[in-house]
């Protein structure tokens, strides 16, 4: 019985150091689409955002070795020392759609955010996304100096 524990217990340790792993240790989660809405730009922000207006961003996130989480972050700016994660969002899925706000900014805000996700092995991200929000310096102000058109 003793030979036969042993003989067991060589076969796992030697199972558990097999170099080669499977393809569930490579494959990456895979964004099929990014989506972010207002609800005054409910299919696709074109214009800068209104001050205080929360952003929806919407995710479809897939791998064949299921999603475990998805999460958004965030950062005002450019201000990359002070990201804002939000709560990961648990999932046991082979494709998952993930739908998360940012809270309104202050006017002439720029705000920029990834989407990041996980299987139980491979980390993932999205590019960088940026909006504005209306407002601030970049407003076209009137000129004093031109004659008043009315």
Do not use: H
Not at 2 to 24: I, Q, S
Not at 26 to 37: A, L, Q
Not at 121 to 137: A, H, L, N, P, S
């Amino acid at each position: 019985m003793k030979k036969l524990l042993f003989a067991a217990a060589a076969v796992w340790l030697l199972a558990a150091c097999n170099k080669e792993l499977g393809p569930e240790y490579e494959t990456p989660p895979v964004f099929d689409e990014v989506t972010f809405t207002t609800a005054t730009q409910p299919d696709k922000i074109t214009e800068p955002v209104k001050v205080d207006e929360v952003v929806w961003v919407n995710a479809t996130v897939s791998c064949p070795y299921k999603v475990k989480q998805v999460w958004l972050a965030y950062f005002v700016d450019g201000d990359e020392s002070n990201v804002v994660t939000t709560k990961p969002f648990n999932y046991d899925a082979t494709t998952v759609t993930f739908k998360e706000r940012i809270p309104g900014q202050k006017a002439g805000a720029k705000v920029s955010f990834q989407v990041l996700t996980r299987s139980d092995y491979v980390f993932m991200w999205t590019q960088t996304y940026t909006y504005k929000v209306e407002g601030g310096e970049d407003e076209e102000k009137p000129n004093p100096d031109l004659p008043d058109e009315n």
